[in-house]
């Protein structure tokens, strides 16, 4: 669901065919029958956006037919936590839950909290606007256990009746009404999973950016979550939520250089509030019980590896001296600034957001505000070119004498022209080596942030200014080899994986971790990547010369543990669930089994914590949920995410369909460009000019091409197998608007319009949704103006409203028109667009009251 | 209803260009002279043979400068010699026409310097000998493929090929010779004519549905003029061209002409079948779903 | 069927290696091309320009000299198993390729030698000797080879006329892959194992025992294709599991090698020859005028 994993992820799909040849059943859940779909037991063909409505039925199935496991419910979730009476929810307040702050545009949420205990986020009283929490950092809990719950689940206020609560009107026909699909199929993937769960047998979820992009997103990944917590399939094997990144290592980009607030291993970067203090700022952050307990030790340790000996216990390992973090600093959020002249200069590597990015307009536009860009990537991208060539070239909105950027384009060196690891979906850390050098002058990302560094440093190194300390004190000595100097890779695995400072000994894992200057490490979560000395993730030991979970293949992180939270695959005693589903148990002595534990290898399970205790061992041996304080899966989020502690049917930020289950139509929480000019939004149901625009749009890929294009369209055995952009669409759609197969169709938003050849395929079908019958317009959108196939980009039709949580666009629903013919050119493009958008209301109103957002 | 893959053709079109057609002609030609040649010689009219010999051996020199330049590699044609390969008609036919051209040429060119007077002789005999096979094989070379309008008339095309062989030798050597003298080379070509024109349709009519090319496009069009100019062209030679000069120069002209663009028919007809996959899979459906097929291996 | 036989590994002597070949299985082909390209990267096979076809998604269109693997694209309203359900919709997906068949059409009507028998039993075109006569090409019943128009890079310089490439190509099954003790390049890109590669007779084992299964859970139009060695062509080097009937596919439902009637097209030509050589002589027998 949310995905189409054999077009985007082939090699991978082998395994679920591979499932699938052992009799398990595949269902695909999707608003298209893509070439996951010819591929499964089944598909759904459900409406773009409503997936929580499906999920969030999903769960009021299970609750209402009391087919959820009993013994891993009450002992590894949250379920018989009490919430404190304050709490109200959607089902209260019309779509809202309580703390709402109108004002604001955002939620308060120390109503949510366990009965009895405070939030962790109000410590330090943390401004959270753009924040990026990671959830289960704390709660202050004491011993690790809620102060109030009811063991029978029957308490009103306890989590499992507030959920039964929240999802009570997530009926089979409201799920068919909102979702376009029938009774029957829904009931079918309701039994298929609630049959094929329990102690004998798991289901497992897989998902992408289907469900990721949307103003709801995370809320759609955490339904999935309830279901899977309410089954039993969280922490057992061919269980859980798999979620598969879109690129080769963009889960290794997440890990180590993250996002914009976060530090390597997700430390929070500290923002610019005085927290009175370094250990204050520890206190802010560490959770008294998990394993984020000893947060101390990992930030330590990456200042260590940071500054060397230039970090010391006196200097509070040169807490004052780093840079803050101000507010959201988000990609969208940097767009604007950039449309509004405020930033500078901008790095792109291996990105092309004037293809890739929502509202890809905005950002060609955004670039022209620029002082200087630059851009490294394999070929010329279009971010690279769009000064010369793009649609606002075409259009006359830009002139290329009179932009005043200063654009760089340095060539990158591909990854089989240098030394380096992938991380991927299954935190696997993948080494692979250099086949060849690079050409010319293209060169390594290793080489170009480690020459850059150097050469910074040395303009820098006779700097008196403050701001400049901190570079001057970055230890910054790599070891280079081969004529182009480039940095030993290995060397530096190898302080991310850490390292004793005195002897220069690789450590074992995250635990080896100390907050004394002993260690130093880049990443805690990478911890024992070169465990013993030797580099863990270069390991090929063959899959058949192996156990199913293959730990000799390479390294996963934490600790080449394979399924996190594994100790839930045992019951409460400690006894595998099933001698079926065996993976981890109690020997008497310590935790065994095939995997590496996830848990304290030596607490027992019958284990109760002392009232003192802190940090892991504050948690009990029956709670396999170690990362949250109270140890236990989370069906309610008392805190941590911003739009809700239970996921909410809500409807896109653009849809042709009202919400009909509360006033509240979409996520109120969702982040929204008020009246920013470049971000026009289309009407919605009431509005004036909604029938411009009256159907479903969503974007994918196609597994010829890879996102924005720059590493398929400048091939020329890629680009031949999809030559051209494409819109897909149902002989009804085509029939209706006129559209010939293999023709040209201009589709159109407030944002802009473009054409694509026609697709007319039975695989796109009309779903009726309350009542009436609605298509949907599928756009892949790898094209852009260059390369060697070239072609209109479906994200210029895209708004930038985000998910408040991660600040992700929805391109995965929204609305667009269509007719047929090409679009008109130059000048005449602009005319058509502003057309449209002077049959729309102008500015935003204020929302909540005349927009019912 | 006749399932195809989005009405895509399931054989490839040949790759020959028109050069082919007209070497079918020239080779035909050159063939039945061979022969006409001889037995002129043998009846005691010398000029009948001596201007089919010198017909005959033209004929022989323009055919392999067709072939090799239809060749997609011309430098390499003496590949084509590399082996001798009774299962390629392609290569028996190079031998065949290296023999016969080789002969025809010798005899014609001895018979210019009027020398040698044995070996002329001996030239001729081979040339004869190997005329036939030249003059028919041409029709195996095209029935030996997968196109359904050739492989299906395998039976006809050789004597086809055959009889227009015999038409075009006639009527070329009445252009050139009196009217007293060309009696057999009219025969000879209203004979072929008629023939050929009886096996032309008794083959269409054989084919059934997988014959329709013949009726449609550019095969038609030449089927039409073939009919039009060899029987006019005929019919002038049985007539007038008993008496005048002109008339059996006209009618030989149209005749070959007429021949000429039969060859070319059953070349057009060749590419029309393969391009619409009916032609292939139909009879190859209804073949499987009468008698059962092997090709598709069902579930027990 | 043919008495000629052209399964000539045979005449490898001691250099004979068991016959090797594809089983390509479209019931677990996900379209994802990785053939294609891998062919083309391996064979240093030009690209082949960019049409956008509509058919689905089957840019590649056919087989040919660019072209050595071909996925085809089939959109059904038809479920995929019997027990399928409500949606009632199928995407068909194989990938095409040279059937290396027993009988070959093309190796017999080669008149250069050019095209041979591997000592693995596969058919392949020396492009040293082809001379681009282009009799293969209508020979095959599938319409897999095609004479290279592309330039060719060492072309003979143009005063001598030839700028094109000229020859026929397709595909080698890897000949020089499997010297060197490794899978073709295909075979070893296709994620799912769609296309397995293997000796002849295990691939046919393998074949059945899928049939079965499949047949067993019910799967709509399952059927091997050219496995059997008593069929039109001998049996394929590379064979199928197909889920509708050849033809939906792009490919002949019961071919014959054209060979196989050739002994009687000689004798037929032999006969016309001879009377043809009577008629002639037969027009002296009426007089000189």
Redesign the interface.
């Known amino acids: 669901m949310g995905s189409n994993m054999?077009?985007n992820h082939?090699?991978g799909?082998?395994w679920v065919?591979e499932a699938r040849?052992r009799g398990a059943k595949v269902i695909h859940i999707d608003p298209r029958?893509t070439?996951?779909?010819?591929?499964a037991?089944?598909?759904v063909?459900i409406r773009a956006g409503s997936d929580i409505a499906f999920l969030g039925g999903v769960v009021n199935y299970i609750l209402q037919n009391d087919l959820w496991f009993e013994e891993y419910v009450k002992h590894y979730t949250n379920a018989p936590v009490i919430i404190g009476e304050e709490y109200l929810d959607t089902e209260d307040a019309d779509g809202l839950f309580s703390g709402w702050d109108p004002e604001k545009s955002k939620y308060e949420p120390t109503s949510w909290s366990y009965e009895g205990m405070e939030t962790h986020g109000s410590a330090g009283e943390r401004e959270t606007k753009g924040h990026q929490s990671h959830g289960g950092h704390g709660g202050g809990l004491s011993h690790g256990e809620p102060p109030s719950e009811d063991p029978d689940l029957t308490h009103p206020r306890c989590v499992f009746q507030l959920l039964k609560k929240h999802y009570q009107r997530y009926t089979p026909e409201f799920v068919s009404e909102t979702c376009g699909v029938?009774v029957?199929?829904f009931l079918?993937v309701c039994e298929s999973l609630t049959q094929n769960s329990g102690r004998e047998r798991t289901s497992a979820f897989v998902y992408s950016v289907g469900w990721t992009q949307h103003t709801v997103g995370v809320q759609y990944i955490r339904t999935a979550a309830i279901i899977q917590q309410l089954l039993g399939n969280m922490g057992r094997p061919g269980g859980g939520i798999v979620a598969l990144r879109g690129h080769a290592s963009i889960q290794g980009s997440t890990d180590i250089p993250t996002l914009y607030d976060t530090l390597p291993g997700y430390l929070p970067m500290p923002h610019a509030e005085d927290y009175g203090g370094f250990e204050n700022f520890v206190q802010s952050n560490i959770a008294p019980t998990g394993w984020w307990g000893k947060f101390r030790n990992y930030w330590v340790s990456l200042m260590v590896a940071y500054f060397g000996p230039h970090a010391s216990e006196d200097n509070d390992w040169l807490f004052h001296k780093l840079p803050r973090i101000d507010e959201d600093n988000s990609a969208y959020w940097t767009l604007e600034q950039m449309l509004n002249g405020k930033v500078k200069g901008y790095i792109l590597a291996g990105e092309n957001p004037a293809v890739g990015n929502a509202n890809a307009k905005a950002h060609r536009n955004g670039f022209a505000k620029l002082d200087w860009l630059v851009v490294r990537d394999l070929v010329e991208i279009e971010s690279a070119s769009w000064w010369y060539d793009s649609p606002e070239i075409e259009s006359g909105e830009l002139r290329t004498e009179e932009i005043p950027t200063e654009v760089f384009f340095l060539p990158a060196s591909a990854h089989t022209e240098k030394d380096g690891s992938f991380t991927n979906t299954q935190r696997l850390l993948q080494w692979h080596w250099k086949a060849t050098e690079p050409k010319d002058d293209a060169r390594s990302d290793l080489w170009f942030y480690f020459h850059l560094g150097k050469r910074i440093k040395s303009k820098l190194a006779g700097s008196e200014e403050k701001r400049d300390e901190l570079v001057q004190l970055l230890q910054w000595d790599y070891p280079t080899h081969s004529a182009l100097l480039e940095p030993s890779a290995e060397t530096i695995l190898k302080e991310i994986g850490g390292y004793e400072t005195q002897s220069g000994k690789a450590l074992g894992g995250y635990k080896e971790l100390k907050d004394d200057g002993s260690t130093a490490c880049g990443c805690w979560i990478y911890a024992g990547v070169y465990k013993d000395g030797v580099n863990q993730a270069a390991r090929k030991k063959p899959h058949w010369e192996q156990n199913y979970v293959a730990p000799e293949w390479a390294w996963a992180w934490p600790d080449n543990r394979r399924i996190l939270y594994n100790r839930a695959s045992a019951d409460p005693a400690g006894d595998p669930w099933s001698e079926r589903k065996k993976l981890m148990f109690w020997n008497g002595q310590k935790w065994d089994g095939i995997d590496t534990i996830d848990f304290d290898e030596t607490k027992p399970p019958d284990y109760v914590p002392p009232d003192d205790a802190e940090g892991p061992d504050a948690i009990k041996g029956d709670h396999p949920f170690i990362m949250q304080a109270d140890g236990r899966s989370w069906l309610f989020v008392p805190q941590g995410i911003s739009d809700g502690p239970f996921p909410t049917h809500y409807e896109p930020h653009e849809s042709p369909f009202d919400n009909t289950l509360y006033s509240q139509r979409a996520n109120p929480a969702r982040q929204q460009h008020k009246d920013a000019p470049w971000d026009p939004y289309n009407p919605i149901e009431g509005e004036p000019g909604e029938e411009l625009f009256p159907y479903v749009m969503t974007t994918y890929r196609?597994?010829?091409h890879h996102t924005a294009g720059g590493m398929s369209r400048s091939v020329?055995?890629?680009?031949?197998?999809?030559?051209?952009m494409?819109c897909e669409v149902s002989p009804e759609l085509a029939a209706e608007a006129g559209l010939e197969?293999?023709g040209w169709a201009t589709i159109y938003t407030t944002r802009s319009a473009i054409e694509a050849?026609?697709?007319v395929?039975?695989?796109m079908k009309p779903q009726t949704v309350h009542g009436r019958v609605t298509h949907t317009v599928g756009l892949p959108y790898h094209w852009g103006q260059r390369l060697?196939?070239s072609g209109d980009s479906a994200n210029d039709l895209m708004h930038a409203a985000l998910d408040p949580n991660v600040h992700i666009m929805e391109t995965k629903a929204a609305t667009c028109g269509i007719r047929p013919g090409r679009r008109p050119r130059g000048k005449a493009l602009i005319e058509f667009v502003e057309s449209l958008r002077a049959q729309t209301a102008k500015t935003r109103p204020e929302p909540e009251e005349s927009r019912k957002t | 209803m006749t399932q195809s893959y989005y009405g895509q053709p399931v054989l490839k079109e040949p790759t020959w260009t028109w050069e082919i057609p007209c070497y079918f002609f020239t080779g035909g030609l050159s063939g039945a002279s061979s022969v006409l040649s001889m037995s002129a010689k043998l009846f005691g009219n010398e000029k009948l043979s001596r201007t089919a010999l010198y017909i005959g051996a033209a004929a022989d020199a323009v055919s392999p400068v067709l072939l090799i330049s239809d060749l997609g590699r011309p430098e390499r044609f003496h590949h084509m010699l590399r082996v001798f390969k009774v299962t390629s008609p392609m290569n028996v036919g190079s031998w065949i026409l290296l023999v016969n051209g080789g002969a025809s040429n010798t005899a014609a060119v001895l018979e210019l310097l009027g020398i040698l007077k044995p070996i002329k002789l001996l030239a001729e005999f081979v040339a004869a000998l190997f005329g036939p096979p030249l003059a028919t094989y041409t029709g195996v070379l095209v029935a030996d493929t997968a196109i359904p309008v050739w492989h299906n008339a395998r039976q006809e095309l050789p004597w086809i090929f055959g009889a227009s062989a015999a038409a075009s030798a006639g009527a070329a050597a009445s252009m050139f010779l009196d009217p007293s003298e060309a009696g057999p080379a009219r025969r000879l070509a209203v004979a072929g004519v008629v023939a050929e024109g009886a096996l032309m349709q008794t083959m269409e009519l054989r084919l059934g549905e997988v014959g329709e090319v013949y009726r449609q496009g550019a095969a038609s069009k030449f089927s039409w003029a073939a009919k039009a100019l060899a029987g006019g062209g005929a019919a002038l030679l049985a007539t007038r061209g008993r008496r005048s000069r002109g008339a059996a120069a006209l009618g030989g002209a149209m005749v070959c002409a007429g021949e000429l663009c039969l060859r070319w028919a059953v070349y057009k007809a060749g590419f029309q079948s393969a391009r619409d996959p009916k032609y292939t899979v139909k009879p190859q459906r209804e073949r499987a779903n009468r008698e059962g097929s092997k090709a598709s291996t069902l579930p027990a | 069927m043919s008495v000629l036989e052209t399964s000539g590994i045979d005449a490898w002597g001691d250099e004979k290696h068991e016959r090797m070949g594809f089983f390509t299985d479209t019931s677990v082909c996900i379209g994802c091309k990785a053939c294609e390209v891998a062919c083309k990267e391996w064979n240093l096979i030009p690209a082949d320009g960019q049409e956008f076809l509509s058919r689905s998604y089957d840019n590649t269109g056919e087989l040919g000299s660019e072209t050595w693997r071909h996925v085809a694209f089939i959109e059904q309203e038809k479920p995929l198993r019997a027990d399928d359900g409500s949606v009632g919709l199928r995407w068909l997906m194989e990938s095409d390729v040279c059937k290396h068949c027993t009988h070959a059409a093309c190796l017999d009507v080669c008149p250069t030698g050019s095209l041979f028998r591997t000592e693995y039993g596969t058919v392949v075109v020396q492009q040293d000797i082809c001379n681009g006569c282009g009799y293969c090409v209508p020979a095959c019943p599938f319409g897999v080879l095609e004479k290279r128009h592309m330039p060719a890079p060492e072309a003979l310089p143009a005063f001598l006329g030839n700028k094109e490439d000229g020859r026929v190509w397709k595909c080698t099954l890897c000949y020089d892959r499997l010297k060197g003790g490794h899978e073709p390049a295909c075979s070893h890109a296709c994620p799912t194992k769609s296309i397995q590669f293997g000796p002849l007779d295990e691939l046919r084992e393998r074949a059945d025992q899928r049939l079965a299964k499949l047949k067993h859970e019910g799967w709509n139009g399952a059927q091997l294709y050219l496995r059997d060695p008593d069929d039109g062509i001998g049996g394929a080097g590379a064979f199928f599991l197909l889920l509708d009937e050849p033809e939906v596919y792009g490919l002949p439902p019961d071919p014959v090698v054209t060979t196989a009637d050739l002994p009687e097209m000689w004798v037929n030509m032999a006969t016309a020859a001879a009377v043809l050589a009577v008629g002639i002589v037969g027009s002296f027998l009426f007089g000189r005028e």
């Open positions: 054999a077009e082939p090699v799909f082998q065919l040849e029958f070439r996951t779909s010819a591929m037991t089944k598909w063909g029938s029957e199929d079918f196609l597994t010829e020329p055995y890629l680009a031949e197998l999809q030559p051209a494409f197969h293999g050849r026609v697709l395929t039975r695989r060697l196939t």
